[in-house]
Every structure is written in C-alpha cells, then in structure tokens.
C-alpha cells in the first residue's frame, strides 16, 4: 500500500510540474512592438495617388490594414508596399479633400486601431 501512495504522489507532483512550466510560457511571452508611423512624402497628396509612410514596425507581421480618419470618418486605404521601416499605400479616389491621420489595425491576438502622429492633406 505504502508503494501505492508513493507512485500516486509521485505522479501527482509530475504533471503539477509539467502543468506549470506550460503556463509559465504563455504568462511569459514578450508583449510585441507597436508600429510608429513618423512621416509621409509627400505631405499633400490628390486622390487616387500613392504616398510613402515612414516609421518602424510597419511590415505584415505587425499592420495588418491602413486607413485615413479625420476624426468622424475612417477610410481604408490600399496597401502597395509593405516593410518594417516603410509603407507604401494608394488614397482612395473619392476620398474628400481635407486633413488625415493614419490610423493602424495591428495583427494582434486581439486586432486593435492605433490612430499614428503621421498627417497627409489630401487636396
């Protein structure tokens, strides 16, 4: 009986072992970057054409889509290039002239909108 007891508890304390070395990992993980968008060129754009976004964190594996928000209105944008420190996106055609910020949906476990500090007039 005693050698029963001794296998159980050493059973026991094996999987409580496994068990949290598995959730250290999750608990663990490092939080992923957050896209910073610092500049586009150029500044004043028409409808319809392309402007070049500089920043960091930029590439597929973080923004998933880019709109234009003035605030009231989000307009998604076309994305035409995408790299970690560059992003090359197409205004829409119908898109009104006026002020806009760039505005992030992250690739996240959760998506989130970041609106970013980058401006474009649109004329």
């Known amino acids: 009986m005693r050698t029963f007891h001794v296998v159980v508890f050493v ?3 094996l999987f ?3 068990s949290a070395s598995r959730g250290a990992t999750t608990e663990d993980r490092q939080p992923l970057p ?3 968008m610092r500049t586009v060129d150029p500044e004043t754009v028409k409808a319809g054409a392309v402007a070049t976004v500089s920043g960091e964190y930029l590439d597929k594996s973080r923004v998933a889509e880019v709109y234009l928000t003035d605030g009231k209105v989000d307009v998604k944008v076309e994305i035409v290039e995408q790299a970690s420190g560059a992003l090359k996106f197409r205004v829409p055609e119908n ?3 006026g002020r806009y910020n760039l505005m ?4 996240d476990e959760v998506p989130k909108l970041i609106e970013e500090p980058a401006r ?3 004329e």
Do not use: Y
Request: glycine share 0%; charged share 5%.
């Open 104 to 107: 992030v949906l992250l690739v």
């Open 11 to 13: 059973f026991i304390f």
């Open 120 to 122: 474009l007039r649109v």
């Open 16 to 18: 409580a072992v496994q």
């Open 34 to 36: 957050t896209p910073v």
């Open 95 to 97: 898109m009104a002239p």
